[in-house]
């Protein structure tokens, strides 16, 4: 006796390309695990990765993340959902000040 499996695709399905982590919890748009995203343009020409950029607060108690393209650059921002990993959250949210762009000791000279 032979088994055929048929493979649909899952529209409530995504699959990380970044860290290969896979969630079926309905469509969403970014790595619940690493927040990396699939740069999903209108005309449908890019598909590639999109990093996460920052955290940025839309208004009262909405978080976003903003993502870069890493092949085009394009800039894009979706809501912050409650199953994304919290501690990447935050790491990304205080990377500024881990990370600042400028040396902190001019901060004691103004």
């Excluded at 199953?83 to 001019?106: E, I, Y």
């Amino acid at each position: 006796m032979s088994h055929t499996t048929t493979h649909r695709t899952d529209p409530t399905a995504f699959h990380c390309s970044y860290c290969g982590t896979s969630t079926y919890d309905g469509p969403r748009d970014h790595c619940p695990q690493c927040l990396h995203a699939r740069h999903q343009d209108d005309a449908g020409l890019c598909g590639a990765s999109m990093a996460p950029l920052a955290v940025a607060v839309h208004g009262p108690g909405e978080w976003r993340l903003v993502h870069r393209c890493t092949t085009c650059a394009t800039l894009t921002s979706s809501p912050v959902r409650a199953d994304d990993h919290q501690v990447a959250l935050m790491a990304l949210a205080v990377r500024p000040l881990a990370q600042p762009p400028f040396p902190l000791d001019l901060l004691g000279r103004i």
